[in-house]
């Protein structure tokens, strides 16, 4: 496995990769590796190729100082999950590297990125976009590979590169989920055992939604409704949820009457940390 902090040092060595031939399937991540990014990480290898990983914590996406301060950031030990999932190129920029004039965002957010996550997270797209960009200028991969656990962020980056007419794929891949559901997010490990326990009511409210749609029920608002309902008063007062919506699984557009498009997302806090969630319905 190579390792790389400099773009320009992997921008030339992957560009060498390319002109012999091979795809370059590419993985970015923020570090504080886990089930779910090993399962990326596989993904990338079964496709054959190359696989690249980036680990960058990046502050342009973080509305909190605090949410940015306290991310999990065990370089040594993602190394080595790197290894271990034989990721064939890890590049690992410090700050200036991505950002060598400042913490700027110039990238123009897809009209997708305004709707849900936009309206709570001002500025989180104008930070992923331009994060990702960079990071596809670096490693101009074949294949870029997203997980669908942050479901807006990959239809951005669809929209994102549709707009540049960037030829890179971007392909999503499931949510893994621990033996409890809770989707997992290296946000997880800053819960407590009760916190942990709260943070469980997130995936029960998606199942139960998903039972109430499979039982028949096609209206939105009534699933939405009976679900809650569905959950302890208890259980309901320990989530702070920003939102619980049915969408359109293509524009993120609300939907009354639900079809096999309808994909149900969630945003809560727990502990004082945001967690964020979504499925498919039927
Ligand atoms: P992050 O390090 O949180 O920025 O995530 C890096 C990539 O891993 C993104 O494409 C995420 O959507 C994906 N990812 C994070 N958590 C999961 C999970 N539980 N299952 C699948 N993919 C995930």
């Known amino acids: 496995m190579q390792l790389?902090?400099?773009?320009?040092?992997?921008?030339?060595a992957l560009e060498a990769i390319r002109q012999s031939g091979k795809r370059t399937v590419f993985v970015p991540t923020m570090g504080a590796l886990h089930e779910g990014h090993r399962s990326l990480f596989r993904k990338a290898k079964d496709m054959g190729g190359f696989s690249v990983a980036s680990i960058f914590v990046n502050p342009t996406q973080f509305n909190q100082e605090e949410d940015f301060k306290k991310y999990p950031r065990p370089l040594e030990i993602d190394l080595t999950i790197c290894e271990e999932e034989k990721v064939d190129f890890v590049f690992a920029?410090?700050?200036?590297?991505?950002?060598?004039d400042g913490l700027e965002t110039d990238i123009p957010v897809p009209n997708i990125g305004l709707l849900m996550e936009g309206e709570f997270r001002p500025g989180h797209f104008a930070g992923v976009c331009t994060v990702v960009h960079r990071l596809f200028e670096a490693v101009n991969p074949t294949i870029a590979l997203f997980g669908e656990k942050d479901y807006q962020q990959y239809l951005v980056i669809r929209d994102m590169v549709k707009k540049q007419n960037r030829p890179i794929s971007i392909i999503s891949c499931p949510t893994i989920r621990?033996?409890?559901?809770?989707?997992?997010?290296?946000?997880?490990?800053?819960?407590?055992?009760?916190?942990?326990?709260?943070?469980?009511?997130?995936?029960?409210?998606?199942?139960?939604?998903?039972?109430?749609?499979?039982?028949?029920?096609?209206?939105a608002s009534k699933i939405i409704s009976q679900s809650i309902s569905k959950i302890s008063s208890a259980e309901a007062d320990q989530l702070k949820i920003d939102y619980l919506k049915i969408v359109?699984?293509?524009?993120?557009?609300?939907?009354?009457?639900?079809?096999?498009?309808?994909?149900?997302?969630?945003?809560?806090?727990?502990?004082?940390?945001?967690?964020?969630?979504?499925?498919?319905?039927?």
């Open 4 to 12: 790389s902090r400099s773009a320009k040092e992997t921008h030339q």
């Open 93 to 100: 920029p410090p700050e200036n590297e991505i950002y060598p």
């Open 178 to 219: 621990d033996r409890n559901g809770l989707a997992l997010s290296s946000r997880n490990r800053r819960l407590s055992p009760a916190g942990y326990e709260k943070a469980l009511t997130i995936p029960r409210l998606l199942r139960s939604a998903q039972q109430i749609a499979q039982e028949g029920e096609r209206e």
């Open 248 to 282: 359109d699984s293509n524009n993120l557009e609300p939907l009354k009457k639900i079809d096999n498009q309808a994909r149900i997302l969630i945003a809560a806090w727990v502990e004082g940390i945001r967690l964020i969630d979504n499925d498919r319905l039927i």
